[in-house]
Every structure is written in structure tokens, then in C-alpha cells.
């Protein structure tokens, strides 16, 4: 006999799992708990409104706001209360005081304040509700009540966090809710006007809040990448003056490789001592230039060659100038005839320091009337490039050479400080500019 299987069973509605309610009873859990401490513990330190302000009258503006809130507030809520809704005067004024006199503690502690005034708001409509509803114009909340909480609610928003302005709106939603289901008489109601005013206000608050906060960190991030971007500045040129520091010692060490290899040749009848430590400079010497060639390696490591060329000095300022008049900046120089025999640190760094101040002139002050002087007096290199006020004539200009190091003053300072000399550099009065350099040229002078 054929066999039938069995129909499958009708399918159970679904359920939900005991984990996901679980998870769904912790959530609540730590959502309300956030509300809680967000209720109870002010998110910053009892410091004043704009106390960080730049100027007296800013930091003093909060005091005299809230001094101005309250002495407003509570005269005029005692006579509301008395007047309009037929409390008695003493009643009324300890209410009145409840109600505005802690307007005075939002500019330091709004949360206190709020916790102050919502109690108050809330046992004053439970009073109200004894009343007359002929005679009350509006309840739960009268009309300086109302004011006075959206002050207040102004004053978290601009200090406390999310959670917190969260805990407010739905504490009280939830006591217009809980007054309005005990009344009777619901003609003159406003608990939904007041929540949905504290929701408008609470977000102004809340923007401006945090609008001021990423402006904050914006102008700190600036300063920041400001700094880094002058420290990087500052190590790329220190590391081409490394590169042409190798080339200049480089040179002198070679020199004196040769001349301790050749000394025993060219020198006859040394004694084998001499001789030994001719050899041993020798080998000292190379030694260096392997250190030297190492370093310059990992220098260079970054993907670029560096320059390979022989270091230039002031026998191309010459040419440096006459590249200035070609691309439209017209400079004169002066540079006093047989002026050689200078350390090739000083003669290296003049030659950068003249290249890039008319390379920002070039920049900074198009057209303009540009001349350098070089002078010595023995002991010092005298370098002054003087430049004077900008002439838009509408020429396009180009770069002076490609091969300036695009840092200006930074550059410029480093030069000079290698080699243990001053700077001066400013604008004049006829708005032109001036850098002025003085590089000894004695060895003793170099910065260690």
C-alpha cells in the first residue's frame, strides 16, 4: 500500500527570542540611565558663560543678563500670581522667588538652576490647580513662568551635552502630560505649547553650542597643522643645507686625503714615524668621507637625487641678477671686484640668502626697484637686499630660478645661524622690504 506522509504541523506564530528582548530591556536600560546622569551631573565645571572671552565687557555680559533676568522676573511673577491667579501675598511671593530668583545661577550652573525652577513651575501649577478656572488665564504654566523656563532651557543649550537637553525636553513633556491628565478643566492648557517652544529653544541652544565648539577645534587644528607645517619647513631646510654642507666638506676632506697619500712621495727621507701618520690622516680622512657619503645617502632617501652640480657662490651672483631683470623685476648689484678667498660656507650661504630674498620679491612685490649690496670689511660679509614698494604694470612674472628653496625667511635665518651671523629683515616705511645679513668670516665665528 502506498504510504501518505502527514501533513506538517501548522506553523507557530514567531516569538521573539528571550535574547532579543534581553537586549532590547538592556538598551532601555542604558539609554534611561543616560538620561538619569545627564540630569544629575552638569557636563562642565562651574566656570561662568564666555569666560574664556578675549575681552572684560564679554566675560561681564552673562552676570548682567541673568542680574537683569531676575530682577524682571520676580516682581513680576509675585504680581501675576497674586493679581491673576488669587494667590495670597505671601504665597505668592515665596513662589515667585522659587521661580525667578535661580535665574541668577545660569551663567555658572544652568542644570541647578533648571532643577530649581522646574520644581518650583511644577508645585505652582499643582497650586494653581486649586483655583478658579475663571480665573486663570493660562496653567499649568503661567505666562512669566513660561518665559522664564525657556531662558533657562536657552542656558542648558549652550552648556550641556545632548543627554542632558534630552532629559529635559522629555521631563517636561512628561510633567505637562501628568498635569494635564489630573485636571478637569483643560480650556486653558499650554503644557503643549511649553514642549514644543522648550524643543525650538533646547535646538538653538544646542547649535550654536556645538557650532562654537567644531569653530574651536577648527582654529586649534589650524594653529596645530600651522606649527607642523613650519617644523617640516624648518627640517627640509636644514636638511639641504646638510646636503650642501657635505659637498663644501667634502672638498677640504679630499684635499687632505691626497696631500697625506702624496706626502711621503713628494717629501723624501721622512722617518718611518711620519710616515705611519701620514698614512694614519690618510685613513682617518677616507673614513670621514665614507661617514659622509652614508649620511648624504639617507638625506637624499626621500626619492630625489639632491644637487650634483658644483655649489654656487658669489662669483654667479651676476647671473642670479641678471635672471631677476628677465623676469621683469629691475635690480641692480653691487659686488666690489676681487672679492674671493671666502670660506665657502659663507660664500655658499650669501649666494642662497640674495636668491631668495629676490626670489620674494619676485613673489611679494612685483615691479619693484630691487638692489643688492655685497661688502666685507675683513672680518664680516656684509649682504643687504633692499626693495621698494610693489609697481602693478600687469606684466606676468616667473620664477626667478627653479632652484631656490621655496622657505623665504626660514631658510634665510638657518643660513645665518649656521654660520654664526645676524639677520635683520623688516618692511620699510615706504612699504618696501629690507634683509640685511652680516656672516664673519673668521672660523671662530662659526656656530657650533
Do not use: C, K
Not at 27 to 46: D, F, K, N, V
Not at 292 to 306: A, F, K
Amino acid at each position: 500500500m502506498p504510504t501518505t506522509s502527514a501533513p506538517p504541523p501548522p506553523s507557530s506564530p514567531p516569538r521573539s527570542s528571550p535574547a532579543a528582548a534581553d537586549g532590547l530591556l538592556n538598551a532601555t536600560r542604558r539609554h534611561l540611565g543616560e538620561l538619569a546622569y545627564g540630569l544629575t551631573h552638569p557636563s562642565h565645571p562651574p566656570t561662568p558663560l564666555l569666560a574664556d572671552a578675549r575681552r572684560r565687557w564679554q566675560r561681564v555680559l552673562p552676570y548682567v543678563v541673568v542680574g537683569a533676568l531676575a530682577t524682571i522676573f520676580i516682581p513680576v511673577t509675585i504680581t501675576v500670581l497674586s493679581d491673576q491667579y488669587g494667590l495670597n501675598g505671601g504665597l505668592a511671593g515665596l513662589l515667585g522667588v522659587a521661580q525667578a530668583a535661580p535665574l541668577l545661577m545660569l551663567a555658572h550652573r544652568p542644570l541647578q538652576a533648571w532643577w530649581i525652577i522646574f520644581t518650583a513651575d511644577v508645585l505652582g501649577a499643582v497650586l494653581l490647580l486649586g483655583q478658579d478656572a475663571g480665573q486663570r488665564d493660562a496653567w499649568p504654566w503661567t505666562a512669566p513662568a513660561q518665559i522664564g523656563y525657556l531662558f533657562v532651557l536657552l542656558a542648558l543649550g549652550l552648556r550641556e551635552r545632548r543627554q542632558t537637553l534630552a532629559g529635559v525636553w522629555l521631563a517636561t513633556g512628561a510633567a505637562g502630560l501628568v498635569l494635564y491628565l489630573v485636571s478637569s478643566d483643560h480650556r486653558t492648557d499650554n503644557s503643549l505649547l511649553l514642549f514644543i517652544l522648550s524643543a525650538v529653544v533646547l535646538t538653538i541652544g544646542a547649535a550654536v553650542r556645538e557650532r562654537g565648539v567644531a569653530q574651536r577645534r577648527l582654529a586649534e587644528q589650524e594653529t596645530i597643522s600651522e606649527a607642523e607645517r613650519a617644523r617640516r619647513t624648518l627640517l627640509e631646510e636644514r636638511t639641504r643645507i646638510a646636503r650642501e654642507l657635505h659637498d663644501v666638506v667634502a672638498h677640504h676632506m679630499s684635499v687632505i686625503t691626497v696631500q697625506a697619500d702624496s706626502a711621503p712621495y713628494r717629501l723624501g727621507g721622512l722617518p718611518d714615524g711620519v710616515r705611519e701618520e701620514f698614512e694614519s690622516i690618510a685613513a682617518s680622512a677616507r673614513e670621514s668621507l665614507g661617514e659622509m657619503r652614508r649620511l648624504l645617502q639617507v638625506l637624499r632617501s626621500e626619492g630625489t637625487e639632491g644637487e650634483r652640480a658644483p655649489q654656487p657662490g658669489l662669483d654667479r651672483l651676476q647671473q642670479l641678477v641678471e635672471a631677476t631683470v628677465r623676469a621683469g623685476l629691475p635690480a641692480e648689484l653691487s659686488l666690489p671686484a676681487g672679492l674671493t678667498g671666502l670660506p665657502q660656507a659663507v660664500d655658499l650661504s650669501a649666494y642662497r640668502i640674495v636668491q631668495e630674498a629676490l626670489a620674494n620679491v619676485v613673489r611679494h612685490a612685483p615691479g619693484a626697484r630691487t638692489r643688492v649690496s655685497v661688502s666685507s670689511d675683513g672680518a664680516h660679509l656684509t649682504v643687504l637686499v633692499v626693495n621698494g614698494p610693489p609697481e602693478h604694470t600687469g606684466s606676468p612674472r616667473e620664477p626667478l630660478e627653479t632652484t631656490g628653496t621655496g622657505h623665504g625667511l626660514v631658510g634665510m635665518r638657518e643660513r645665518v645661524r649656521l654660520t654664526g651671523g645676524t639677520l635683520d629683515t623688516g618692511p620699510l616705511p615706504d612699504g618696501g622690504f629690507r634683509v640685511a645679513a652680516r656672516l664673519p668670516l673668521a672660523p671662530d665665528g662659526a656656530a657650533g
